[in-house]
Every structure is written in C-alpha cells, then in structure tokens.
C-alpha cells in the first residue's frame, strides 16, 4: 500500500499538518482569462471567483436540463440520485459528466478545463461530477470540511493536485446558502477522528458525520484565516482548491440555490486503495476505472 502522506481518522485527537504539496504547479498551459493577479489570489487564498463567466443564455440551457433532472423517474431511483434526509427532495446528482452529454461537453470547455490545467500542472481528468441543488425554503447545509480529507481516505487521493469547480446556476448569496470558505486555511491539513464505518457514502452523501472537523479545529481556523462568502450572480464559477476548509449554510428562503459542480484531478494523480482500509465508493462518485484524459 502507497505510504500515506496524510493519515486522518486514525488518532484519537485531531491534529494540524502541514501542506505537502504545491498549490499551483508548473504548468505549459496558460488559460487565456487568467491573470497574474488571478493565480496570486488563488495561491494565497485557495479559491478564485470568476464572475460572468457562462453568459445568461447558457445558464438558461442549463437550469432547464436540471428542471427536466427533477421529474426524472428514472434518475430519480437510481443511486446517482442523492436526496434530503428529511424532505426527500433532491439534493445532488452525481456523474452527470458520463450520464448527460450536454454536461459531458461542458466539462471539457476550456474557460474552466483549461482553470485546471494551469493550475493542476497539464492534463485532468474528472474526478467527479455532480449537480448540488439546495431548494428553497428546506435546503440542507453542507457543513465544514475538506474535501481532500475524504478523498485521500474514502477514495485513494495521494497528493493534493485537484481542483473544484462550481458554475452557478442560480444567483449566490449569504441568504440563500452560498459557499463560505476559510481563505488559507488549504495550506494546512486538518485530520479528523473517528473510524470510517462501512459503505459510509449512503448515509454521508446525505449528511456526513465522519470526515468533519471538530469544533476546536473550526475555531482555529477561522481564527486564523477567517470565513469569506462566495456571493455572485448565476453565470459565475468558483474554484477552489481540493484542500480549502468550506461549507454552506441551509436555504429558508423561497429561492433555490443550484450549482454544478466539476472535480478535476491531475492525470498522474489517480486514485490508489483508499487510507481507511475500506472498499472503494463506487464509479459514480470517483471515477476509478472510466478515466478520460480532457
């Protein structure tokens, strides 16, 4: 088994550790959008916000395929198909890069492929894919974490060479449950305690409950970096580093909150067995045996 650079889940006490990897690697591809200043912020802050990047019409494309999504039957029974634990209503879709062609296609523009690739240092592929809706009035949270922490143990993510991307769909606020971040907290490594239970996806993709932060680590990194809100109208993208402490608020308000969401991870970065010891998730949250160099 690969060494593990990063163990968590493993001691009784959480701890901080520091980043081993590089946040932005050399890179041959430049995309045309990006800025000195864009990849300073990134680096430094671990997360970009690019506004206007999807123009209205594409956004209308968009919505109206994840409308059709909701009254979907079929979809609506299968396992890609992630819905509240309270109301039932739908709360993600995942591999809608492999499942719907028209995000298929989206996943490979280069206003955000070409994002990954400077970033990630060359060739990506998709990690994983997945619409997060968070309805009006009963959207659920998604509380604090990293996501590097569950993908390095859930999955067999070694290095932290991945990339976030969110594509709003809908206009993004502080009311309606847009994303809050921890800007530099990425460059440190939060572990997280308690075993990983078995098959732990069918109930942490509904609320997770392994993988969080303690309340002490929580503290110590918004005391330290601080929390910022990533407000902006639809059409925009966030990017955001694999490792950047977030979360987002629940939606009371009458306004839904709709984004797609795209993971690329660099090429040499595959995934090996998982750190916890247990199986595999399956395809559709990580993409272990369909990869596809974009």
Not at 168 to 173: A, P, S
């Amino acid at each position: 088994m690969q060494q593990d650079k990063y163990p968590s889940r493993v001691n009784p006490e959480p701890q901080v550790l520091p980043r081993l990897d590089p946040v932005i690697y050399p890179s041959s591809i430049r995309a045309t959008h990006l800025t000195d200043a864009h990849l300073e912020s990134f680096e430094r802050n671990g997360y970009l916000l690019l506004p206007g990047l999807f123009s209205a019409e594409e956004v209308r494309q968009f919505s109206a395929e994840l409308q059709r999504m909701q009254v979907d039957s079929e979809l609506l029974a299968s396992p890609q198909a992630i819905t509240e634990p309270d109301s039932g209503e739908l709360r993600s879709v995942f591999q809608i890069h492999r499942n719907h062609p028209q995000f298929s296609e989206l996943a490979a523009d280069p206003r955000i492929a070409d994002v990954a690739r400077t970033i990630l240092g060359g060739d990506v592929y998709i990690h994983q894919s997945r619409l997060n809706f968070k309805p009006g009035y009963r959207g659920r949270e998604f509380y604090w974490h990293s996501d590097f922490e569950t993908w390095h143990t859930e999955d067999g993510m070694s290095q932290m060479r991945a990339i976030s991307c969110s594509i709003l769909l809908t206009d993004n606020d502080a009311k309606n449950g847009a994303l809050m971040l921890m800007p530099g907290s990425h460059k440190e490594y939060i572990t997280c305690v308690g075993e990983t239970p078995e098959n732990h996806y069918l109930s942490s993709l509904k609320k997770q409950e392994y993988g969080v932060p303690g309340d002490e680590s929580l503290k110590y990194l918004s005391d330290r970096y601080g929390i910022d809100c990533a407000e902006a109208k639809a059409g925009s993208v966030l990017f955001f580093d694999c490792n950047v402490m977030h979360g987002s608020n629940s939606n009371i308000t009458p306004e839904p909150r709709s984004n797609l969401f795209y993971v690329y991870n660099h090429i040499d970065n595959r995934v090996v067995e998982p750190f916890c010891g247990q199986a595999p998730r399956p395809e559709f949250i990580c993409s272990r045996e369909t990869i596809e160099t974009l």
